[in-house]
């Protein structure tokens, strides 16, 4: 029976946690030494527009004011060398860049939601 299998070595991306067959392919956005968005602490998510002709651009909200075209990034090939880039406090890859992202979306529901408490009931 296991002459009609094969052996095939998987490899994981230790930043992002997709598996490949080859480890060489691979250019991952969430690698910090590319020095982009994805790893810096000043990212905030990323912002989408839609144009009249639908079109969807989306670029990165900066806390920085550096918004960048996500799109700018990709061509780079993910290196962009931002000269405010700062890693992230503990950063392990896609699961701090989710966390960080879904925490700054909280913050702000919450900033929204706190204008009510002058309201008299």
């Known amino acids: 029976m296991t002459q009609d ?13 997709k598996i490949f067959r080859t480890d ?17 602490r000043h990212c905030r998510g990323v ?8 079109y969807t651009d989306k670029t990165i909200n900066c806390e920085e004011g550096l918004h960048t075209s996500i799109l700018t990034i990709a061509q780079k090939q993910w290196e962009l060398s931002c000269p405010k880039w700062q890693i992230m406090d503990d950063y392990r890859g ?12 909280r913050r702000a529901v919450m900033t929204e939601d706190s204008g009510d408490d002058d309201l008299p009931f």
């Open 5 to 17: 299998f094969r052996k095939i070595d998987m490899y994981q991306c230790t930043w992002c946690g």
């Open 24 to 40: 060489r392919l691979h250019r991952c956005k969430f690698r910090p030494s590319y020095r982009n968005c994805f790893s810096c």
């Open 47 to 54: 912002i989408v527009e839609r144009t009249e002709d639908g």
């Open 94 to 105: 896609r699961e701090t860049y989710a966390v960080n992202v879904m925490e700054e979306k």
